[in-house]
């Protein structure tokens, strides 16, 4: 069985790959990660623009490897963000 993290990024990675939609697919992949994410009890994330190579590059190496482990990798660390800034604002 998969990790939470692994199996939101593998839906994410899969749903990019296909590219469904004229517009809009990235989104769209974005939204239904987060979703995922608090079905599992995560927080959700945001990914900033900062980090926007980094996650395009996690996303073509998947596509040339099938693996997803950069994926992973962005994912978790943006939900650390994410659950900090959370346990930061219901602690104060």
Known sequence: MLHPLEQ???LHCDFVRIHPFIDGNGRTARLIT????MKQDYPPVILPVEERVAYYE????YDDTGIPDDFVALLT???EKSLTFYLTVCSG
């Open 58 to 61: 996690a996303l073509q190496k």
């Open 77 to 79: 660390k943006l939900a």
């Open 8 to 10: 939101v990024a593998y």
């Open 34 to 37: 987060n979703l995922e994410l």
